[in-house]
């Protein structure tokens, strides 16, 4: 199993530029959800999906979109990229197991906004 | 939210065991308690969960104090490939909440051959 795949693994944009990214799972979780890391400040929540079709806000869901066609996929959209964006995103695939949400996490994604 | 407390670092000697505290006072009923591992700048690695039980996995033991304001994680024979950022974090079980995982500082465990 790959478990959680995320593309691109680095990316530079510039300012006002939109991207996605690509976020797979092969283990036929429901629950998918996306998070950035900033130096200092642990993971933040931006976007989760409790199923196709269905996603929610997280904490920071600014600038950032989201959609759920399929339970593999789960891509995370940039509308228009700002320097406040850079960071590393992790996207996450998780199933309730002893009643208890335990999240699988991918490798990453590396953004810089010039 | 349950705040958990962790030292900011710790050493233990490669083939020993390393037992990780984490303080949890303010817990309450129905929040389990995770422990995540974060090795360089890879991606959150799950370790194990438990509610009030002692648990055991391939990976680790969690101990889990009677009134539930503690725990330790147990790795019980620490490799080099064991350095890492361990991240405690107390959540409800399921639910919106139960995504918003707050990683904080954790502890910088740092084996040492």
Avoid at chain 2, 78 to 94: F, Q
């Amino acid at each position: 199993n790959a478990g959680v795949t995320q593309t691109p693994k680095f990316q530079v944009l510039k300012t006002g530029q939109s991207m996605t990214l690509q976020c797979a799972q092969d283990m036929n979780h429901e629950y998918m959800s996306w998070y950035r890391q900033d130096p200092g400040m642990g993971l933040r929540l931006i976007h989760y999906s409790v199923g196709a079709g269905i996603t929610d806000q997280g904490e920071v869901p600014n600038g950032y979109n989201v959609s759920r066609s399929t339970t593999e996929d789960f891509p995370l959209r940039l509308l228009s990229a700002a320097p406040s964006q850079t960071s590393v995103y992790f996207c996450a695939s998780s199933k309730v197991h002893s009643g208890a949400n335990v999240l699988t996490f991918g490798a990453g994604s590396r953004l810089t906004v010039l | 939210d349950a705040k958990t407390t962790q030292p900011p670092s710790m050493d233990c000697a490669e083939g020993r065991a390393a037992n990780l505290p984490c303080n949890h006072s303010t817990i309450s009923g129905n929040e389990y308690v995770y422990w995540y591992r974060q090795i360089h700048s890879q991606g959150p690695q799950y370790i194990i969960h438990g509610l009030k039980n002692n648990e055991t996995n391939e990976m680790a033991s969690l101990i889990i104090t009677e009134d539930r304001k503690s725990s330790t994680l147990i790795l019980p024979h620490a490799t080099l490939r064991d350095t890492a950022v361990y991240y405690c974090i107390v959540r409800v079980g399921s639910g919106a909440g139960s995504y918003q995982l707050t990683f904080g500082k954790g502890t910088k465990l740092s084996v040492i051959p």
